[in-house]
């Protein structure tokens, strides 16, 4: 089992541009997350889902959107980057257990 | 309101020695989970540990406690015999509601730990 996968690993964008944050899991868990982590801070729900077909907004949902086609992905997308989305974005998932399994992240810097 | 508070930013633990990691939290939902996370500086995020707020008992992982305090509403992570490899930042976090809604997390800010040889 790969667990949770996020592509890419670093990604510097320009203002107004706009990309897809990848996220796999191969466990067949129903329950995925998106968090970002600015320095020296916790991290921060962003969007999740239950199910395939299923998301909804978390705390900070402005300037980011999702979709949940298939159990196994559940990909970020970013529409017009701003400064503000520097971060480091996890993806997560979770089933009947407690732990919530989360992926190695993604280093954006909007410059 | 902050709902999960770490007043520790940073600490010092000698090697072998245990350590307490504060939490507090806020919520008025009779069901909740709390959970301790550690990010050592390859910045990956490891479960440690849960505490059902049903949960008679404190929960233990091995080298991890987490003494429970429900009336006070603390979850503190205990980590006993301190290791080199337990310099991390760790976080606190917290799920509110059933568990079918799934484990949305709140994070409180971190306490980074430095342990000496």
């Known amino acids: 089992n790969a667990g949770v996968t996020q592509t890419p690993k670093f990604r510097i964008l320009k203002i107004g541009q706009s990309m897809t944050l990848q996220c796999t899991q191969d466990?067949?868990?129903?329950?995925m997350y998106w968090y970002r982590q600015d320095p020296g801070m916790g991290l921060k729900l962003i969007y999740y889902s239950v199910g395939a077909g299923i998301t909804d907004k978390g705390e900070v949902p402005n300037g980011y959107n999702v979709s949940r086609s298939t159990t196994e992905d559940f990909p970020l997308r970013l529409e017009l980057a701003a400064p503000s989305q520097t971060s480091v974005y996890f993806c997560?998932?979770?089933?009947?257990?407690?732990?919530?399994?989360f992926g190695p992240g993604t280093r954006l810097t909007v410059l | 309101a902050q709902k999960i508070t770490q007043t520790q930013p940073g600490m010092f633990v000698q090697e072998k020695e245990a350590v307490t990691l504060d939490c507090t939290y806020d919520?008025?939902?009779?069901?909740?989970?709390l959970f301790w996370y550690k990010q050592p500086s390859s910045g990956e995020m490891i479960f440690l540990i849960y505490?059902?707020?049903?949960?008679?008992q404190n929960a233990t992982e091995g080298r991890y406690s987490l003494n429970f305090q429900k009336a006070r509403k603390s979850a503190n992570l205990v980590i006993s015999a301190s290791q080199l490899g337990d310099s991390a930042m760790y976080f606190c976090?917290?799920?509110?509601?059933?568990?079918?809604?799934?484990?949305?997390?709140?994070f409180g800010g971190g306490t980074r730990v430095l342990v000496k040889p």
């Open positions: 997560a998932s979770s089933q009947d257990s407690n732990e919530q399994f």
């Open positions: 466990m067949n868990h129903n329950y």
């Open positions: 505490q059902g707020s049903y949960d008679q």
């Open positions: 919520t008025s939902d009779p069901s909740y989970g």
């Open positions: 976090a917290m799920s509110e509601g059933p568990k079918a809604a799934g484990n949305k997390l709140t």
